[in-house]
């Protein structure tokens, strides 16, 4: 191959005027099945090819994708907001407690009940022992019912267990009147 292209630079030799720029053009494109290398290059010596999405240069970062694609999302993760829409939220700290039931699909807080409150402040001796989380879910229950709601469900955060003060809060609401679906994991 390298014979035959030096052999056909040197018979047009003759018949173009400057032998040098066309035997490298000649032999450059024989030697890439026709594909002339002289084309320019960009800013940084490097030709702007499209990547794979043909959407940018390959010199730029590509964006990362994810190993595991979203799948399909189930049936009931897609309506249980809408079939329980009530949930409760219980915070416990060290100086006080509260508790509210919050609707899903509107994000509103329909009952709140709280040992900060001066109504059950007044009545306890401590804001944050078991007695205390006894009368935020037995208030928390009463301001529930006046809102038409007798159903909701919980989930503890993952620093919390469901034992102690948060079943203290949970029992009292049951107790009440208040339905509560727990969903440990």
């Given amino acids: 191959m390298f014979k035959h292209a030096i052999c056909q630079a040197w018979n047009k030799q003759t018949c173009s005027s400057n032998f040098k720029n066309s035997a490298v053009l000649l032999l450059k494109s024989r030697f890439h099945d026709g ?6 290059r960009s800013f940084f010596g490097v030709e702007d090819f499209l990547d794979d999405d043909n959407s940018r240069p390959y010199t730029y970062k590509k964006e990362k994708r994810p190993k595991n694609p979203p799948k399909h999302v ?10 329980e829409p009530f ?20 994000c509103k807080q329909v ?11 007044a009545v306890l001796k401590s804001r944050s022992d078991i007695p205390a989380c006894l009368s935020v879910g ?7 019912k006046e809102a038409d709601v007798y159903a909701c469900s919980y989930t503890p955060r993952e620093r919390d267990r469901f034992e102690g003060k948060i079943r203290a809060v949970v029992q009292s609401l049951i107790d009440n009147g208040i339905d509560v679906k727990v969903y440990l994991d």
């Fill in 87 to 106: 949930t409760l939220d219980v915070f416990i700290s060290k100086r006080f407690v509260s508790a509210s039931v919050t609707h899903r699909v509107t």
């Fill in 111 to 121: 009952a709140v009940a709280g040992t900060n409150s001066k109504d059950i402040n």
């Fill in 74 to 83: 189930s049936f009931k993760s897609r309506t249980i907001a809408y079939m």
């Fill in 138 to 144: 037995r208030f928390l229950a009463e301001r529930a």
């Fill in 35 to 40: 594909q002339i290398l002289c084309s320019s």
